[in-house]
């Protein structure tokens, strides 16, 4: 699913160079991991996957975009903070990202953390800014509800409800 508000099909009648934030689908893979005895517990390697790679590379292919990517550790620290900040794009994709990721700060132990990102980017959305969330494991409310969208800022600039938690239907 994806779903996308804001002025996205304007942007692509400019004549200007469309910056893209991207945020999310990565995962760090762990292993392989040996379990010898309880007390001989090695993990033999890591590494970073980049799930959307093939959007970026297509993304990234047309000269009148410019795409970053931040995976879920990167915008835990370098999510944009303020409207301001977000106004350097002019599309936000999120996909595969917890509210939380966004919500918090590494500086957690701090008060105030920080501006809260989440209203930060309704009010981009709302300032004119184009938004898009792709549907994944922790988009919307994604499965078992751990993405946590419903009733946040974000929510409020999607043209749909996520709801409480993910319902299995037979």
Not at 60 to 78: C, F
Request: aromatic share 12%; net charge negative.
């Amino acid at each position: 699913w994806m779903v996308i508000t804001g002025a996205w099909a304007e942007l692509s009648k400019e004549s200007k160079m469309i910056k893209v934030l991207y945020v999310g689908d990565a995962a760090g893979v762990l292993g392989p991991n040996f379990i010898a005895s309880p007390f001989n517990v090695e993990n033999k390697g890591f590494s970073m996957h980049i799930w959307c790679q093939p959007v970026l590379d297509a993304l990234n292919s047309d000269p009148d975009i410019e795409a970053k990517h931040l995976t879920n550790w990167d915008a835990y620290r370098d999510f944009p903070k303020t409207p301001d900040d977000f106004a350097e794009y002019d599309v936000v994709f999120l996909s595969d990202v917890e509210s939380e990721v966004l919500l918090l700060y590494p500086e957690w132990t701090q008060a105030p953390m920080g501006p809260n990102r989440l209203k930060s980017l309704r009010d981009y959305v709302h300032n004119g800014g184009s938004f898009g969330m792709i549907g994944g494991w922790s988009s919307f409310s994604c499965r078992f509800g751990t993405a946590a969208y419903q009733g946040t800022p974000v929510e409020e600039s999607l043209p749909l409800n996520c709801i409480p938690a993910f319902r299995r239907i037979a």
